[in-house]
């Protein structure tokens, strides 16, 4: 998408956000690729998540797992709610 071919940041998943956010290395990652294009998160988000599944990156991110759950959390509760 970005035309780039750096590597991951190193480390653990859930420590980005300590020193840059994911956003910023995301903006780095498309001012270096070859397509010449900027990051825009509302744009781009949406095509970087779109085909992936989730799972994955929940089973690297615990903080991403726990806002997963709560989410699924709050669903059932609203479509239980919607029941009765």
Known sequence: MAGSNRQRP???PESIN???PPAYHLT????TGSKGKK?????DATRILRGQNLETAAQQCPELQ?????IVKIAEQEAGSQLT
């Open 18 to 20: 300590h020193t840059k």
């Open 66 to 70: 726990k806002l997963l759950e709560t």
């Open 10 to 12: 190193a480390g653990n």
């Open 39 to 43: 990051y825009v998160k509302p744009r």
């Open 28 to 31: 780095e990652v498309f001012r």
